[in-house]
């Protein structure tokens, strides 16, 4: 069968919302537009761990870090999933976490800005988790099978991470006026960032057009970004908390949400390596990965002698 018949057959089953299987023929540009995205998201729940994992140690209460160690516990796993759901389409993870620690591969933009107060902890989760979320919810219905079901757990843990987040927000601002200040300061500098986390309009993506017609992504990334802001507006309101955007208000007559523009020059140079905390993360990784070598080299002789044993 030829390449061309191949496609049809491929964009035919996409259309009919069927799903595309590690062995099922698949073009090229398909294949690495998402190892591209799965890893980078990958990425991003492993370097994701670090800004909250900081603060494991200055947990204000046992509650507080039991439910903090189980969060980031829950972000290395999803990095798993996903590195495992990469190396359906013939990715190595060996190559992805180089690509990582070399500083090659991308991860979320948001995850280079620093965790100031206990307050980001909630901002993290609230704010941070809830756009992964939105974003993820919609990935479910992504036309590769395994990453599409990969996002069932997920989601599932991230509305958890999302709860937990904005309950710290809401103790917070039931607490002190300096308690709720600190609450306020933390939504004033996590919001911009958290909205980057959509990426810009689809007409400036240079990914975009071919993931929509491949179904890869199946929503665009301003329309997941109104759903985050219109989810997100009402918990500002409900808490008294002054929205962090003095242009950001709901337009009935476009139905959409107005907000200032966001500043994609700090976006793209953050994604280049030059935001606040790039150096640190990436050196934190290396760090981690280095003296996890022991375990990983311990893992491997045991298999090793568990397979001899079983022959």
Not at 29 to 41: A, G, P, V
Not at 152 to 181: D, M, P, S, V
Not at 225 to 247: C, H, K, S, W, Y
Request: hydrophobic share 35%; with cysteine; glycine share 6%.
């Amino acid at each position: 069968m030829d390449v061309s018949k191949e496609l049809e057959i491929f964009e035919e089953k996409i259309q009919k919302g069927e799903k595309i299987e590690p062995k099922d023929w698949m073009p090229d540009e398909y294949r690495k537009n998402l190892i591209r995205m799965i890893s980078q998201h990958a990425h991003s729940e492993i370097v994701g761990m670090l800004p909250e994992g900081n603060w494991i140690t200055r947990a204000p209460s046992l509650r507080r870090k039991l439910i903090l160690i189980a969060k980031v516990q829950d972000e290395g796993g999803h990095g798993l999933y996903l590195y495992n759901t990469a190396e359906t389409l013939g990715a190595r993870r060996e190559d992805m976490i180089e690509a990582l620690h070399t500083g090659k591969a991308k991860y979320a933009s948001i995850f280079n800005y620093p965790s100031l107060t206990w307050a980001d902890m909630g901002a993290i989760g609230w704010l941070v988790d809830g756009a992964a979320m939105t974003n993820q919810v919609s990935l479910m219905r992504t036309s590769y099978g395994p990453y599409s079901r990969s996002m069932i757990r997920i989601c599932k843990e991230e509305a958890f991470h999302n709860r937990q987040g904005y309950e710290i927000i809401a103790t917070w601002c039931n607490g002190t006026e300096e308690q709720k200040q600190m609450a306020q300061d933390a939504l004033d500098r996590w919001w911009e960032p958290a909205l980057m986390m959509f990426g810009p309009e689809d007409k400036d993506s240079t990914h975009s057009a071919q993931s929509l017609k491949w179904k890869i992504k199946v929503e665009g990334n301003e329309e997941l970004r109104q759903r985050f802001i219109a989810m997100t507006v009402p918990q500002i309101e409900a808490r008294g908390l002054r929205l962090p955007d003095p242009n950001l208000k709901y337009n009935p007559e476009t139905k959409k949400y107005d907000y200032s523009r966001i500043n994609w020059e700090e976006f793209f140079n953050v994604i280049k390596g030059n935001g606040f905390m790039n150096r640190e993360r990436l050196r934190d990784r290396n760090k981690a990965h280095n003296e996890g070598l022991w375990v990983r080299e311990a893992a491997e002789a045991y298999s090793k002698k568990h397979s001899s044993n079983n022959k």
